[in-house]
């Protein structure tokens, strides 16, 4: 599907447009000036600044957001 179910198909919204295809990545990328490693990063990092204002909006847990920097390859 997409971006974001795990199913590791990356340009497949799996007939679904809430699913987050590799296109649309790209896309917002170019928009500003970023490539998609960096703007995934970027995303990460916001969520991550996001939450402390946010909480309740947020996964704990397992599912809490995973660290930006600490992703970083």
Known sequence: ??????????HD???DPA??????????????????AESLR???KTAEEDRVEHVDEYETG???ISSAEGSRH
């Open 1 to 10: 599907m997409c971006l974001n179910c795990g199913c590791h198909k990356a």
């Open 13 to 15: 919204d799996h007939g």
């Open 19 to 36: 699913n987050i295809t590799y296109e649309e990545l790209k896309g917002a990328a170019d928009a500003n000036g970023m490539g998609t």
């Open 42 to 44: 970027m995303m990460l």
């Open 62 to 64: 397992s599912h809490a």
